[in-house]
């Protein structure tokens, strides 16, 4: 049965929140594969802005050239891209973990990507592909839920029993597939194993055929900043393969790009 995402209280305006900036986010966020292309009102309404106080932040983002417009529909140009670059940018890890990736990739003849958690999400940091292997269209940037993938799960597992309950409460659990897990106390049961071995391997529970495992990136301190993952098609390698074959080598290569760090 699907839990429903809670929807978090609005923080009030102060010092410490700028609400017209918040607002041109939540702009900004309208925007997706699905709604590339918007009216004024379909931003308005994504965004839960009145019409004025959408097309003000929609004409700001267009001075500042994010956001293009033919008088009737508007467009994220690539210069949006430098708000996430900046992130990346700012993190010459990945630049130094690319090396790696692509040698695990070479060895294992599988795709390798990393990912950091945010609230209930995953979102790729990098992604080194063989061949199309989801239906998908995975990249940098891109999000998907993390009760339901192995690095959602590893990288939960690093957070204390507490908030591990609360993000996945605070998650849309749906059954993706016949084998997708929504229980929260079996989910709970889940992550709480990834901690113990410190590996998460999930079987065809975002897409059927779909199989990943994950192994930890940790700092210094080692707290877990991110996940690496190998991900597979059932029909070529099954779970107990990918295990017994592939693991040792992630866990290597994850070892070696926390090293990095």
């Not at 700012?90 to 630049?95: D, G, L």
């Not at 940091?125 to 940037?141: D, E, Y």
């Not at 891109?142 to 597992?157: D, V």
């Not at 690093?158 to 229980?183: I, K, Q």
């Amino acid at each position: 049965m699907a839990t429903h995402k809670k929807q978090p209280t609005a923080p009030t305006p102060g010092d410490s929140y700028v609400q017209s900036f918040a607002r041109g986010l939540q702009v900004i966020r309208s925007f997706s594969a699905s709604a590339a292309r918007q009216t004024l009102s379909e931003v308005a309404a994504a965004a839960g802005l009145t019409r004025a106080g959408a097309r003000r932040i929609l004409l700001t983002l267009q001075t500042l050239g994010y956001v293009d417009s033919d008088g009737k529909l508007f467009a994220l140009t690539p210069r949006i891209l430098d708000l996430g670059f900046a992130y990346l940018s700012s993190m010459p890890i990945w630049n130094r973990a690319e090396p790696v990736m692509e040698a695990l990739v070479q060895q294992v003849q599988e795709s390798c990507s990393a990912a950091v958690l945010d609230a209930t999400d995953i979102v790729y940091v990098m992604r080194v592909p063989t061949h199309k292997i989801m239906r998908i269209s995975l990249g940098v940037g891109s999000r998907l839920p993390a009760y339901c993938t192995s690095m959602g799960r590893l990288l939960l597992a690093d957070l204390d029993d507490e908030e591990v309950r609360a993000r996945l409460e605070a998650s849309t659990l749906e059954a993706l597939t016949r084998h997708t897990l929504t229980d929260i106390d079996t989910l709970f049961a889940k992550v709480v194993q990834a901690r113990r071995q410190r590996w998460c391997l999930v079987n065809q529970e975002l897409e059927e055929g779909l199989i990943s495992i994950a192994a930890p990136i940790v700092d210094r301190a080692g707290r877990m900043v991110a996940a690496l993952n190998i991900s597979g098609q059932a029909n070529r390698t099954s779970a107990k393969v990918m295990q017994e074959t592939m693991l040792p080598a992630l866990l290597a290569a994850a070892a070696e790009v926390s090293r990095l760090l």
